[in-house]
């Protein structure tokens, strides 16, 4: 069995900055891609960012140059950095992962429970 396990939402305010994080555990072999998504209130859940094993990014416009994603491998975790945050923002975070267990030969997609993020004055 594999979990994603959120951290580091919260309450902030316009323009400041918050970190989340998301550890993976269980018999993991490798993970592939591992990304952020979120979901607003009356909206689909959309991609924010990902990060593919070889370090290559991908951001969704409205967030690139505020958002910063990155994973350390060692610790099966990836991050995602929120700079100059927006109440455009608020959003329930979720993690996403491919990742292929020491008993399969193929990946297959998990999701983190989520992590609110509430940007408002």
């Known amino acids: 069995q594999v979990q994603l396990v959120e951290s580091g939402g919260g309450l902030v305010q316009p323009g400041e900055s918050l970190r989340l994080s998301c550890a993976a555990s269980?018999?993991?072999?490798?993970?592939?891609?591992m990304a952020w998504y979120r979901q607003a209130p009356g909206k689909q859940r959309e991609l924010v960012a990902r990060?593919?094993?070889?370090?290559?990014?991908n951001y969704k416009d409205s967030v690139k140059g505020r958002f910063t994603i990155s994973r350390d491998n060692a610790k099966n975790t990836v991050y995602l950095q929120l700079n100059s945050l927006k109440p455009e923002d608020t959003a329930v975070y979720y993690c996403?992962?491919?990742?292929?267990?020491?008993?399969?030969?193929?990946?297959?997609?998990?999701w983190g429970q989520g992590t609110q993020v509430t940007v408002s004055s």
């Open positions: 990060i593919i094993s070889g370090e290559r990014t």
């Open positions: 269980g018999s993991i072999f490798a993970i592939n891609v």
């Open positions: 996403n992962a491919w990742i292929r267990t020491v008993v399969s030969v193929t990946t297959s997609e998990y």
